[in-house]
C-alpha cells in the first residue's frame, strides 16, 4: 500500500510550544496519539492527562487515536491500570478495530483460517469472529499484532518464519503499523517492523492504522459527532513522525509533535532548526513541537 503525503505547510518552520495552551484557542477538537504522549507503556504522564482534561473543559472532545492492534474495550482497560482517567477523552479509536472489520468482511459466510502472530493477549482482535488459526500450508491470510516476546526478540528472529509464510503467497494483515514503541525508558519493536521485513522479503501486506488515511476519516467522524458541527477545526498531536505526523499532512490535519517520545534520543535540544530537521528528514511538517505533552509550562 503507497502512501506518499505532501506536508500540509512546508514553508513554514515549526514553533516550538512550552505549553498546549499557546496554541488550544485555534482548534475545536484534538486527536491524540497515545501510547509515548499519554503514557510510556508502564504509566500515565499526569502533564499530558491533565493537558487533555483542560482541553476537553475549554475547547472541544478529545479522540485518542491508537496503533493498538486490540478491541476498543482492552485499550480502556489498559488505560485505567496505567492510571490514566476516562475524563481526559471522549473516544478511541484504534488500528485494531480496523483491522477486526478487514477480518470479519474475509470471514463472511465462512471460517477464516489465518496464522496469528503476535502475544495471547492480542487475540481479543479476533475473538467471536468465525476464526481459526491454523499452520501455514492451511491458511488463508496471516494476522500479525506484534512480536511473540518483544522485550526480547527483534524482526530478525522472524526471517526465517516470514520467509515460509512469503513462499506459501499469504497476504500479511498487519494490525499496528508502528516500527517501535516507547516501553518505559526503552524502545520495543512493534508490528510494523515485521510487515516491513515481509515486504522486503516479497510479501504483501496491508497495513490498518496510522497514518493511514481510515483510521483519520473515522477519528474525524467521532469528533464531528460529539462537536455537533462539520466545520471543525482539529489538531493532531502525536510522537511518531512516520505515523501521527505524516497521517495528519495526509489529512490535511495540522499536528503537534512530541519530541519525548520515541524520537527523544534524536532531539537533544528543543529548538525550531532541530526539529524543523528532524522533520525534513521523514519529509513531514508539524505546526509546532513540545519536550512533552502539557497543558502550560506552569501546569507541566
Known sequence: MSFNPVPSNSAAAPVILTG???????YDALLCDVWGVLHDGRS?????????????????PVILLSNAPRP??????QL???????????????SGVLARQELERRAAGSELRIVHIGPERDRGIFAGLPVACVEARRAEVVLC????????ETPDDYRGLLSD???????????????????GGRLVYCAGALARLYDELGGSSVYFGKPYAPIYEAAMSLARALARRDDLRVLVVGDGLETDIR????????AVFIADGIHGKDVRDLTTPAVAALCAQADVFAEGAMRALVWSEARG
Not at 48 to 53: N, T, Y
Not at 80 to 94: E, F, N, Q, S
Not at 247 to 254: K, S
Open 145 to 152: 499484532t506484534g512480536l511473540f516476546d518483544d522485550d526480547a
Open 72 to 77: 476498543i474495550e482492552d485499550v480502556e482497560d
Open 20 to 26: 498546549l495552551v499557546e496554541i488550544a484557542g485555534r
Open 165 to 183: 509464510l512469503q513462499r506459501w503467497g499469504l497476504t500479511l494483515l498487519c494490525a499496528n503499523p508502528d516500527m517501535v514503541v516507547q516501553r
Open 247 to 254: 497521517g495528519a499532512n495526509a489529512a490535511g490535519i495540522d
Open 44 to 60: 500515565a504522564r499526569p502533564a499530558a492527562v491533565d493537558a487533555l482534561q483542560q482541553f476537553r473543559r475549554e475547547r472541544g
Open 80 to 94: 485505567t491500570k496505567l492510571g490514566v482517567p476516562a475524563d481526559c477523552y471522549d473516544r478511541i479509536v484504534t
